[in-house]
């Protein structure tokens, strides 16, 4: 088993839906969990972080964590083109070395 | 301010040859992270590096090595290179190892 899961898509929504992406992991010494928006060509940029679990939201983005789960969610209120990218899910214990999911591919359709 | 900066941007090598990649840091910023993404897979962490010396390891043959220079700078070394080394390399630095992680747009290396 991977120590993160994460489906790869492609996933396509239309403009203006509610997005909802997720990944599962196995280490429970993740105490820290990210994601990251990359656009094709580009290097990934952080979205959010969060610590431990519980619920974190920046505009339209919410991030969620449930670690008795081993679960994360990212979701994208009012979804726009330029969304579309690919989401990957990242995650850290004590010792800050961070595992990547396989990150998912999201289209965006106008 | 410049964020963190990456050189070259593609590299084609033949395998068994050598390649350096380069890395400057987000300004402010002392630590170097390197990962290797390859083709349709999340970025997998080659190492970490901390006052000029490599603090942490990822899986990853003694063929890659790197160096980190006084003024937070890195380099990326990779010996007898093989077509499994084909991939974007991505540089990230962070204002010490527990700060975020921000990357770099990375060095497409092609090995033919």
């Known amino acids: 088993q991977k120590e993160v899961e994460q489906d790869p898509g492609p996933l396509s929504v239309p403009e203006g839906a509610i997005v909802s992406l997720n990944c599962t992991y196995s280490?429970?010494?993740?105490?820290?969990f990210m994601w990251y928006r990359q656009y094709s060509r580009k290097g990934p940029e952080l979205l959010m972080y969060t610590y431990s679990s519980g619920n974190k939201e920046d505009g339209r983005f919410t991030a969620q964590v449930d670690k008795s789960s081993k679960y994360i969610s990212l979701f994208i209120r009012d979804s726009q083109p330029s969304d579309s990218a690919t989401y990957l899910c990242a995650m850290s214990g004590r010792d800050d070395k961070i595992i990547f999911g396989k990150g998912t591919r999201l289209h965006i359709l106008p | 301010d410049a964020g963190v900066t990456q050189s070259p941007t593609h590299l084609i090598k033949t395998r068994g040859q050598q390649v350096t990649l380069r890395c400057s840091p987000k300004?402010?910023?002392?630590?170097v992270s390197w990962y290797q993404q390859a083709l349709g897979q999340g970025p997998q962490f080659i190492f970490q590096?901390?006052?000029?010396?490599?603090?942490q390891r990822g899986n990853f043959p003694d063929r890659f090595s790197g160096h980190q220079f006084p003024n937070y700078s890195s380099e990326l070394n990779v010996n007898a290179l093989l077509l499994g080394d084909s991939a974007l390399y991505l540089c990230?630095?962070?204002?010490?190892?527990?700060?975020?992680?921000?990357f770099g747009p990375g060095t497409r290396l092609t090995v033919l």
């Open positions: 990230a630095s962070s204002l010490d190892e527990r700060d975020t992680q921000y």
């Open positions: 280490n429970s010494a993740f105490q820290y």
């Open positions: 590096y901390y006052e000029e010396e490599e603090r």
């Open positions: 300004s402010g910023h002392d630590t």
